[in-house]
Protein backbone atom coordinates (compact mmCIF):
# COMPACT_ATOMS: atom_id res chain seq x y z
CA UNK A 1 0.00 0.00 0.00
CA UNK A 2 1.09 3.54 -0.75
CA UNK A 3 2.21 6.00 2.30
CA UNK A 4 1.44 8.72 0.67
CA UNK A 5 -1.22 9.10 -1.61
CA UNK A 6 -2.22 12.19 -3.79
CA UNK A 7 -5.64 11.39 -5.55
CA UNK A 8 -5.25 14.65 -7.99
CA UNK A 9 -2.67 14.34 -11.04
CA UNK A 10 -3.79 17.72 -11.70
CA UNK A 11 -5.41 20.74 -11.16
CA UNK A 12 -7.20 24.25 -11.86
CA UNK A 13 -7.30 27.03 -10.22
CA UNK A 14 -8.15 30.87 -11.02
CA UNK A 15 -5.75 33.43 -10.33
CA UNK A 16 -7.10 34.86 -6.49
CA UNK A 17 -9.45 31.88 -5.91
CA UNK A 18 -8.37 29.18 -2.69
CA UNK A 19 -7.31 25.39 -4.05
CA UNK A 20 -7.14 22.63 -2.11
CA UNK A 21 -4.50 20.17 -2.35
CA UNK A 22 -5.62 16.27 -1.23
CA UNK A 23 -3.11 14.39 0.83
CA UNK A 24 -3.67 11.32 2.75
CA UNK A 25 -1.36 8.95 4.47
CA UNK A 26 -0.83 5.43 6.03
CA UNK A 27 1.17 4.56 9.19
CA UNK A 28 1.07 2.83 12.26
CA UNK A 29 3.48 5.11 14.10
CA UNK A 30 2.15 7.42 16.68
CA UNK A 31 4.68 9.99 16.13
CA UNK A 32 5.10 11.66 12.57
CA UNK A 33 5.39 14.40 10.24
CA UNK A 34 4.15 15.87 7.22
CA UNK A 35 5.54 18.03 4.59
CA UNK A 36 4.24 19.89 1.67
CA UNK A 37 6.86 20.84 -1.09
CA UNK A 38 6.62 22.90 -4.10
CA UNK A 39 8.70 21.90 -7.26
CA UNK A 40 8.42 25.06 -10.09
CA UNK A 41 9.17 23.90 -13.56
CA UNK A 42 12.83 25.07 -13.12
CA UNK A 43 13.59 21.88 -11.00
CA UNK A 44 14.24 23.22 -7.38
CA UNK A 45 12.04 21.53 -4.12
CA UNK A 46 10.74 24.38 -1.94
CA UNK A 47 9.64 24.07 1.60
CA UNK A 48 6.15 24.62 2.56
CA UNK A 49 4.73 23.74 5.34
CA UNK A 50 5.46 21.18 8.11
CA UNK A 51 2.81 19.22 10.74
CA UNK A 52 3.76 16.75 13.35
CA UNK A 53 1.81 14.22 14.13
CA UNK A 54 1.19 15.74 17.84
CA UNK A 55 0.71 19.34 17.23
CA UNK A 56 -3.27 20.41 17.49
CA UNK A 57 -3.32 23.34 15.67
CA UNK A 58 -3.23 23.08 11.81
CA UNK A 59 0.07 24.71 10.47
CA UNK A 60 0.04 28.09 8.18
CA UNK A 61 2.64 29.64 6.96
CA UNK A 62 1.08 33.03 4.59
CA UNK A 63 -1.30 31.80 2.24
CA UNK A 64 -0.61 28.21 2.97
CA UNK A 65 -2.26 26.49 5.08
CA UNK A 66 -2.44 22.51 6.66
CA UNK A 67 -5.39 21.01 6.75
CA UNK A 68 -4.85 18.36 9.42
CA UNK A 69 -7.31 15.76 9.69
CA UNK A 70 -5.47 13.00 11.70
CA UNK A 71 -8.56 10.40 12.52
CA UNK A 72 -8.76 10.25 8.72
CA UNK A 73 -5.10 10.26 7.84
CA UNK A 74 -5.59 13.37 5.67
CA UNK A 75 -3.15 16.29 5.81
CA UNK A 76 -4.53 18.17 2.47
CA UNK A 77 -2.68 21.85 1.28
CA UNK A 78 -5.08 24.70 1.20
CA UNK A 79 -3.31 27.76 -0.63
CA UNK A 80 -5.61 30.90 -0.65
CA UNK A 81 -5.28 33.56 -2.61
CA UNK A 82 -3.66 31.87 -5.75
CA UNK A 83 -0.81 33.38 -7.63
CA UNK A 84 0.12 32.75 -10.92
CA UNK A 85 3.43 32.21 -9.64
CA UNK A 86 2.11 28.97 -7.82
CA UNK A 87 1.57 27.08 -10.78
CA UNK A 88 3.86 23.90 -10.02
CA UNK A 89 4.14 20.38 -9.01
CA UNK A 90 3.24 19.98 -5.38
CA UNK A 91 4.01 16.96 -3.41
CA UNK A 92 3.21 15.46 0.20
CA UNK A 93 6.02 14.07 2.18
CA UNK A 94 5.92 11.80 5.30
CA UNK A 95 8.37 11.31 8.08
CA UNK A 96 7.34 8.17 10.09
CA UNK A 97 8.76 7.64 13.91
CA UNK A 98 11.24 9.83 15.83
CA UNK A 99 13.63 7.53 16.79
CA UNK A 100 15.53 4.81 15.18
CA UNK A 101 16.29 4.64 11.74
CA UNK A 102 13.21 6.61 10.72
CA UNK A 103 14.33 10.32 8.83
CA UNK A 104 13.46 9.66 5.42
CA UNK A 105 10.73 11.36 3.45
CA UNK A 106 7.96 9.47 1.79
CA UNK A 107 6.86 11.14 -1.40
CA UNK A 108 3.69 10.99 -2.74
CA UNK A 109 3.55 11.33 -6.72
CA UNK A 110 2.29 14.79 -6.59
CA UNK A 111 -0.18 16.97 -8.29
CA UNK A 112 0.41 19.43 -10.85
CA UNK A 113 -1.50 23.00 -10.01
CA UNK A 114 -2.20 25.09 -12.44
CA UNK A 115 -3.09 29.03 -12.07
CA UNK A 116 -5.10 30.50 -14.71
CA UNK A 117 -5.33 34.16 -15.09
CA UNK B 1 17.34 30.39 -1.94
CA UNK B 2 17.25 27.18 -0.10
CA UNK B 3 21.29 27.39 1.13
CA UNK B 4 21.76 24.51 0.47
CA UNK B 5 24.56 24.26 -2.77
CA UNK B 6 24.26 21.09 -5.09
CA UNK B 7 27.40 20.83 -7.66
CA UNK B 8 27.17 20.54 -10.73
CA UNK B 9 23.89 21.38 -12.07
CA UNK B 10 23.68 19.58 -14.95
CA UNK B 11 26.36 16.31 -15.73
CA UNK B 12 26.08 13.78 -18.83
CA UNK B 13 28.08 10.91 -19.15
CA UNK B 14 28.49 8.12 -20.90
CA UNK B 15 27.29 4.57 -19.13
CA UNK B 16 29.71 2.71 -17.75
CA UNK B 17 31.18 5.80 -15.92
CA UNK B 18 31.31 7.18 -11.88
CA UNK B 19 30.46 10.89 -10.94
CA UNK B 20 30.48 12.21 -7.71
CA UNK B 21 27.76 14.76 -7.31
CA UNK B 22 28.08 17.25 -4.13
CA UNK B 23 26.41 18.95 -1.65
CA UNK B 24 27.26 21.65 0.73
CA UNK B 25 24.15 22.10 3.63
CA UNK B 26 22.95 24.58 4.85
CA UNK B 27 25.12 26.65 7.44
CA UNK B 28 24.79 24.73 11.13
CA UNK B 29 22.60 21.69 9.23
CA UNK B 30 24.04 18.73 10.68
CA UNK B 31 21.64 16.63 8.67
CA UNK B 32 22.75 15.26 4.69
CA UNK B 33 19.78 13.68 3.26
CA UNK B 34 20.30 12.24 -0.66
CA UNK B 35 17.11 11.83 -2.82
CA UNK B 36 16.51 10.68 -6.36
CA UNK B 37 13.77 11.79 -8.65
CA UNK B 38 12.84 10.34 -11.60
CA UNK B 39 9.88 10.00 -14.16
CA UNK B 40 8.90 6.20 -13.23
CA UNK B 41 10.28 5.93 -9.38
CA UNK B 42 9.25 9.60 -8.43
CA UNK B 43 10.77 10.90 -5.69
CA UNK B 44 12.93 8.53 -3.30
CA UNK B 45 15.11 8.86 -0.31
CA UNK B 46 18.46 7.12 -0.49
CA UNK B 47 20.67 7.90 2.17
CA UNK B 48 20.86 10.10 5.34
CA UNK B 49 24.30 11.05 7.09
CA UNK B 50 24.01 13.32 10.45
CA UNK B 51 27.33 14.43 11.64
CA UNK B 52 29.45 12.30 9.30
CA UNK B 53 27.73 9.14 10.17
CA UNK B 54 25.42 7.44 8.04
CA UNK B 55 21.86 7.24 9.78
CA UNK B 56 19.39 5.72 7.00
CA UNK B 57 19.53 4.07 4.10
CA UNK B 58 16.71 3.39 1.73
CA UNK B 59 16.06 2.53 -1.84
CA UNK B 60 19.74 3.03 -2.71
CA UNK B 61 21.96 0.84 -5.18
CA UNK B 62 25.31 -1.07 -4.11
CA UNK B 63 26.68 0.70 -6.83
CA UNK B 64 25.94 3.91 -5.34
CA UNK B 65 27.67 5.35 -2.00
CA UNK B 66 27.95 8.50 -0.18
CA UNK B 67 29.80 10.22 2.95
CA UNK B 68 29.76 13.25 5.04
CA UNK B 69 32.82 14.67 5.25
CA UNK B 70 33.79 16.65 8.68
CA UNK B 71 33.23 20.16 7.17
CA UNK B 72 29.72 18.67 6.78
CA UNK B 73 29.90 18.26 3.08
CA UNK B 74 28.25 15.16 1.13
CA UNK B 75 29.54 13.60 -1.71
CA UNK B 76 27.26 11.01 -3.78
CA UNK B 77 29.13 8.48 -5.67
CA UNK B 78 28.08 7.05 -8.42
CA UNK B 79 29.71 3.85 -10.31
CA UNK B 80 29.41 1.55 -13.33
CA UNK B 81 26.26 3.78 -14.62
CA UNK B 82 23.26 3.01 -16.30
CA UNK B 83 20.51 4.53 -18.45
CA UNK B 84 18.24 4.06 -15.69
CA UNK B 85 20.34 5.96 -13.85
CA UNK B 86 19.53 9.28 -15.25
CA UNK B 87 17.33 11.46 -13.02
CA UNK B 88 17.45 14.35 -10.73
CA UNK B 89 19.58 13.58 -7.57
CA UNK B 90 18.33 15.86 -4.82
CA UNK B 91 20.44 16.81 -1.95
CA UNK B 92 18.75 18.17 1.09
CA UNK B 93 19.74 19.22 4.72
CA UNK B 94 18.20 19.89 8.26
CA UNK B 95 19.41 21.72 11.65
CA UNK B 96 18.51 17.76 13.74
CA UNK B 97 18.33 14.78 12.37
CA UNK B 98 14.68 14.90 12.96
CA UNK B 99 13.74 16.49 9.89
CA UNK B 100 11.18 18.97 10.88
CA UNK B 101 12.25 21.10 8.14
CA UNK B 102 14.40 19.76 5.44
CA UNK B 103 15.64 22.12 2.90
CA UNK B 104 16.41 21.02 -0.61
CA UNK B 105 19.44 22.56 -2.67
CA UNK B 106 18.91 23.12 -6.76
CA UNK B 107 19.24 19.15 -7.52
CA UNK B 108 21.93 17.83 -10.28
CA UNK B 109 20.27 16.80 -13.26
CA UNK B 110 21.97 13.58 -14.42
CA UNK B 111 21.48 12.20 -17.77
CA UNK B 112 23.56 9.38 -19.19
CA UNK B 113 23.89 8.71 -22.51
Known amino acids: AQKITQTQPGMFVQEKEAVTLDCTYDTSDQSYGLFWYKQPSSGEMIFLIYQGSYDEQNATEGRYSLNFQKARKSANLVISASQLGDSAMYFCAMREGEGGSNYKLTFGKGTLLTVNP | DSGVTQTPKHLITATGQRVTLRCSPR?????VYWYQQSLDQGLQFLIQYYNGEERAKGNILERFSAQQFPDLHSELNLSSLELGDSALYFC????????????FGQGTRLTVV
Open chain 2, 92 to 103: ASSVTDLNTEAF
Open chain 2, 27 to 31: SGDLS
